[in-house]
């Protein structure tokens, strides 16, 4: 059975980084759309960024633009969110989700405090 798994998450003051990663296998990694969700408590599951299998295009929620960054490291086969400036209404669990095979990790909380 195929796995997500996330990793990175934790509390930083609002200004402060994190970067998450989600370990997939290669042949997800390589060719599958690979996205970013986070969901706040009472708010409906959003997503955050994706990247596509050959890393040519990525996209962005208005709301984390500029901030973060999705990438991948083909070495240690994982999606990466590098977040910076991070806000309190950055707070949520974030979610790995291969698009066309429909995988969720379990989630990373991340909580920014003010």
């Known amino acids: 059975q195929v796995q997500l798994v996330e990793s990175g998450g934790g509390l930083v003051q609002s200004g402060g980084s994190l970067r998450l990663s989600c370990a997939a296998p290669?042949?997800?990694?390589?060719?599958?759309?690979m996205r970013w969700y986070r969901q706040a408590p009472g708010k409906q599951r959003e997503q955050v960024a994706l990247?596509?299998?050959?890393?040519?295009?990525?996209l962005y929620a208005e709301s984390v633009k500029g901030r973060f960054t999705i990438s991948k490291d083909s070495v240690k086969s994982t999606v990466d969110l590098q977040m910076n400036s991070l806000k309190p209404e950055d707070t949520a669990v974030y979610y790995c989700?291969?698009?066309?095979?429909?995988?969720w990790g379990q989630g990373t909380q991340v909580t920014v405090s003010s």
């Open positions: 990247i596509t299998p050959a890393s040519t295009t990525t």
């Open positions: 989700n291969a698009k066309s095979r429909d995988i």
């Open positions: 290669r042949g997800v990694l390589n060719y599958d759309t």
